[in-house]
């Protein structure tokens, strides 16, 4: 079964506008950690945000928030201000347990950013 | 800093070829993980190294597949008789034991089986 699903293949924002991309999760592990990544056509993985499973508040860094909703199972990326540069694949990824585990990633959403 | 490196960025080979991709992790990093991508999908966990020591190698496809890290810095990811459906993008990601949260990623090597 699939343990992250990202429903949207692709999504257009219009610059400056924000956007959200949706994930689902599922784990019967009380302790894991979800994680989105940027991955430009370059290739490489850009670590963006990361949500505990025991933290309160919803993450946020610079642009980048998370908004976790425990009891839907659900930990949408929400970018505010679109910009160009925003336009790559987002992996949304979990890591079950504590320590040192290895990720489970979804399939991607596909970002365009239009002008 | 520098930060985790991948050679080559690319290779060719012809299916039944031998072919080794090299990962640097971070200096002081313990934890190596290797993670193989295929056309639009997401990256797959292979193996997963805790020092030296493979601590988790249930991600690897097959015996065809193998790793080291043998001073617990760089490591080499192995394919023998490689198959055209091994074309994929290799990853590369360390962290530090204390900060398992952030895995960081080298740029991939794409392998291309002809």
Known sequence: AQK??????GMFVQEKEAVTLDCTYDTS????????????SSGEMIFL?????????????????LNFQKARKSANLVISASQLGDSAMYF???????GN????????????VIA | ???????????????????????????GHTALYWYRQS?????????????????DDSGLPNDRFFAVRPEGSV???????????????????????????????GPGTRLTVL
Do not use: H
């Not at chain 2, 056309?39 to 190294?49: D, N, S, V």
């Open chain 2, 39 to 55: 056309l639009g999908q997401g990256p797959e966990f292979l193996i997963y190294f805790q020092g030296t020591g493979a601590a």
């Open chain 1, 92 to 98: 949304c990824a979990m890591r079950e347990n504590s």
């Open chain 2, 75 to 105: 490591s080499t990811l192995k394919i023998q008789r490689t198959e055209r459906g091994d074309s994929a993008m290799y990853l590369c990601a360390s962290s530090l034991w204390s900060q398992p949260d952030t895995q960081y990623f």
């Open chain 1, 29 to 40: 592990d009380p302790s894991y950690g979800l994680f989105w990544y940027k991955q430009p």
């Open chain 1, 4 to 9: 992250i699903t990202q429903t949207q293949p």
């Open chain 1, 101 to 112: 585990t290895p990720l489970v990633f979804g399939k991607g959403t596909r970002l365009s």
């Open chain 2, 1 to 27: 800093g520098a930060g985790v490196s991948q050679t080559p960025s690319n290779k060719v080979t012809e299916k039944g070829k031998y072919v080794e991709l090299r990962c640097d992790p971070i200096s």
């Open chain 1, 49 to 65: 945000i990361y949500q505990g499973s025991y933290d309160q508040q919803n993450a946020t860094e610079g642009r980048y928030s």
